[in-house]
């Protein structure tokens, strides 16, 4: 059950075909799930940029946060995946010309061990923060089933909940993976002119039953105008960064 549903709010569902002639200027909130967004061309999303820049609350999920920041909406980053090399290399290898991958029986164990099937971790949530009201408790128990990865913001409020050091709670991750998870971030709000962009690495709507992190999710579509964030004494402009 979607949780606005639950909320008695009402709900638009666009698709993307339509995402061009939709009327943004009639919602707050606009939530990208799961999902390939590769079907939005350059109008589309450039729509949607100036949506946010004019004050909406863009919420992303999984491979869509990757989206939007590959899309340049936010100006956050990813972390380099410990697999990132893997499947190109191996497609070089096998003939990458002929626009399909032969591998081996065997190389199925090993794809195995490259995702992330259903585990929990546990997170260091911010609790003062908009996304965090209602919580009492810092320690957030997160159930994550893919490998978005995002590294920490630059702006030290920026990061809402991050992965602990030794994060893994129950269930079966490689090791690799677990580099990647372990002091990563689980929820970012970066801002975007006069809108934000809050981005989760997993989804916390999970087949509506892990409601810590549902939680979360009905935090930042209701109080989304709350979440302007100040730079902060750490921030680091592009230009510093880039010396």
């Not at 350059?42 to 999920?61: C, N, S």
């Not at 995946?81 to 290399?89: I, K, S």
């Not at 006069?194 to 579509?221: I, K």
Request: net charge positive; aromatic share 8%; proline share 5%.
């Amino acid at each position: 059950m979607w949780p606005a549903s639950s909320l008695g709010l009402p709900l638009s569902r666009i698709e993307l075909s339509n995402f061009g002639r939709a009327p943004l200027g009639r919602y707050t909130s606009i939530v990208l799930v799961g999902g390939s967004y590769t079907g939005l061309d350059k109008a589309a999303v450039e729509k949607l940029r100036r949506w946010v820049q004019d004050g909406g609350t863009l919420i992303t999920l999984k491979n869509a946060s990757e989206w939007a920041i590959k899309q340049g909406i936010v100006k956050e980053k990813l972390l380099v995946t410990a697999n990132a090399g893997w499947a190109d290399t191996t497609a070089a290898a096998k003939g990458k010309a002929t626009g399909s991958r032969r591998a081996d029986f065997v190389e199925q164990e090993q794809e195995g061990t490259r995702a992330i099937a259903g585990s929990i971790y546990l997170a260091d949530i911010d609790i003062t923060n908009p996304i965090g009201f209602g919580l009492s408790s810092r320690r957030l128990y997160v159930f994550r089933n893919g490998t978005t990865f995002l590294r920490p913001s630059r702006n030290p409020y920026a990061t809402v909940a991050q992965y602990t050091a030794k994060p893994l709670v129950s269930g079966y991750v490689s090791q690799a993976n677990l580099r990647q998870i372990s002091n990563s971030a689980a929820v970012v709000v970066s801002k975007a002119g006069a809108g934000r962009v809050v981005l989760f690495a997993d989804d916390p709507n999970f087949r509506h039953y892990w409601h810590g992190t549902s939680r979360l999710f009905t935090n930042a579509l209701l109080l989304g105008p709350l979440l302007n964030l100040p730079e902060g004494p750490a921030a680091i402009s592009a230009e510093e960064e880039a010396h």
